[in-house]
């Protein structure tokens, strides 16, 4: 992980969010040299604009792997993932709406839209307003032998992940995970089992040559200066992976590989998985 965590398992799992994460806007990975103004000439939008989107970003203090929100409307542009890439799917309760009705709406097993969303403590007791989270994922992968289904497949379950907490030692999927819990979870669906710990991750697979990465690939790293590997993520293509950080948000995120300067410097190689 990027930083250092202090307070523990607990801690962390008692800032679940009010609401799981989802990006209203698409995103943009900041390069070395770009500004506020050069980003938003780019992509066709005021720089006022811009700012709105990122009320939390300092102009000031871009650095290189930053990912910023890209204003609705916008040109395309290199470096632009779409939100829907990088957003878990949500819903917000209506009025007279059940469990039942909503995994019905969204063709979602019952239970697993029950389990999908651990902050309802009574699942017969919901109310207008409350935002759940909407697998879009099976979940129970039926089994398959096709490896490029499977590889979606564990993407997929992985995507559905996005913004549950980091958790040192985690490996509970919606409440609290970290970057091993995270691939054990999507890789153990589709009946490959992985020890967890990143580390041990590296001793299995078949070496893959960074030219030669694909999807569904685990990449890996070792942190902080460490001789042995620390943390692992999924490859998507296009230089970025899935994986449980800290940095630059807590949690299941989406994050640029080698155009990352802190990844790219201490990326230690990639396995594969599924031929």
Same mark, same amino acid.
């Given at each position: 992980?990027? #930083?250092?965590?202090?307070? %523990?398992?607990?801690?962390?799992?008692?800032?679940?969010?009010?609401?799981?994460?989802? /990006?209203?806007?698409?995103?943009?990975?900041?390069? !070395?040299?770009?500004?506020?103004?050069?980003?938003?000439?780019?992509?066709?939008?005021?720089?006022? @604009?811009?700012?709105?989107?990122?009320?939390?970003?300092? =102009?000031?203090?871009?650095?290189?792997?930053?990912?910023?929100?890209?204003?609705?409307?916008?040109?395309?542009?290199?470096?632009?993932?779409?939100?829907? @890439?990088?957003?878990?799917?949500?819903?917000? $309760?209506?009025?007279?709406?059940?469990?039942?009705?909503?995994?019905?709406?969204?063709? $979602?097993?019952?239970?697993?839209?029950?389990?999908?969303?651990?902050?309802?403590?009574?699942?017969?007791?919901?109310?207008?307003?409350?935002?759940?989270?909407? =697998?879009?994922?099976?979940?129970?992968?039926? #089994?398959?032998? !096709?490896?490029?289904?499977? *590889?979606?497949?564990?993407?997929?379950?992985?995507?559905?992940?996005?913004?549950?907490?980091y958790v040192w030692g985690g490996s509970s999927p919606w409440?609290?995970?970290? &970057?091993?819990?995270?691939?054990? +979870?999507?890789?153990?669906?589709?009946? *490959?089992?992985?020890?967890?710990?990143?580390?041990?991750?590296?001793?299995?697979?078949?070496?893959?040559? #960074?030219?030669?990465?694909?999807?569904?690939?685990? $990449?890996?790293f070792k942190e902080h200066g460490s001789a042995t590997i620390?943390?692992?993520?999924?490859?998507?293509?296009?230089?970025?992976?899935? !994986?449980?950080?800290?940095?630059?948000?807590?949690?299941?995120? *989406?994050?640029?590989?080698? %155009? !990352? /300067?802190?990844?790219? /410097? &201490?990326?230690?190689?990639?396995?594969? +998985?599924? #031929?």
């Amino acid at each position: 992980m990027k #930083k250092k965590l202090f307070l %523990g398992a607990l801690l962390a799992l008692s800032l679940w969010p009010a609401t799981s994460y989802a /990006a209203t806007y698409d995103q943009y990975t900041v390069a !070395d040299g770009d500004v506020f103004s050069s980003i938003a000439q780019r992509a066709g939008v005021s720089v006022s @604009a811009l700012t709105s989107a990122n009320p939390l970003v300092n =102009p000031k203090n871009l650095y290189h792997g930053l990912r910023i929100s890209l204003p609705a409307g916008h040109k395309p542009m290199n470096g632009v993932t779409p939100a829907s @890439a990088v957003s878990r799917k949500t819903y917000t $309760v209506q009025p007279n709406d059940t469990f039942w009705k909503i995994s019905q709406k969204f063709s $979602v097993n019952y239970s697993y839209l029950v389990t999908a969303n651990p902050k309802v403590k009574d699942p017969t007791s919901i109310y207008p307003g409350l935002v759940l989270n909407i =697998p879009t994922a099976p979940a129970s992968p039926s #089994k398959v032998s !096709d490896s490029k289904t499977k *590889i979606e497949g564990i993407i997929a379950l992985a995507k559905d992940q996005l913004g549950t907490p980091y958790v040192w030692g985690g490996s509970s999927p919606w409440v609290g995970l970290d &970057c091993s819990g995270l691939t054990q +979870y999507v890789f153990g669906k589709y009946g *490959i089992s992985l020890p967890h710990k990143a580390s041990m991750q590296f001793q299995s697979g078949t070496p893959v040559a #960074k030219n030669d990465l694909r999807r569904g690939d685990l $990449v890996f790293f070792k942190e902080h200066g460490s001789a042995t590997i620390t943390h692992v993520g999924i490859y998507l293509g296009n230089d970025q992976m899935i !994986d449980a950080d800290t940095d630059p948000q807590n949690g299941v995120q *989406i994050t640029n590989v080698f %155009g !990352d /300067a802190y990844y790219s /410097a &201490c990326y230690a190689g990639a396995k594969r +998985y599924i #031929k």
